[in-house]
């Protein structure tokens, strides 16, 4: 199957026709429908595409709702690590406990705070990274919080492996 698409990321940054296995129907690069075979020779003619004034990014297929599940998720735990960041912070100006005790705390919250905000950014920008940073995670929660952790852990790393998500995430 082959993208005949002349804007497709593949033709513009490769300068040939995209080549896809049979059981694909559109480009996962572009969205275009996929054709059997192709007509003439375009696969020695390279394509040359202007980017416009603004924009440097390939455009975006349309997000699998269960990718919008998963990036929604992990927005929810920023925000409440965020709060509990907050909290501790405020807590800490006022408390009995030893300051090294509330910097330790401080200094894990954020770090477990940036590590999901990136993963949740990176999946929702559809790169393969903020995917590999939620992998990541559903394996940490799976390992680190057993029994309960497996609950979210499990299913997300399952969909996330799926071939289909490796080629939309590539």
Known sequence: MYCLNPACPDRSMHGIVGEYTDELTHCPKCGMELVEELQGDLTQSPVTIEPQPGFNE????PRPFGVTVIAGFLNFVCIFLGAALLFLLWKGLF?????????????????FF???????IGLWRQQNWGRRATLALALLVTILKFPVGAIVGVPVFAYLVRPSMRRFFR
């Open 58 to 61: 390939t455009p975006l297929l």
């Open 95 to 111: 408390s009995s406990y030893g300051k090294l005790e509330i910097l330790l705390g401080v200094l894990i919250l954020l770090l």
């Open 114 to 120: 940036g590590i999901y905000c990136m993963a949740a």
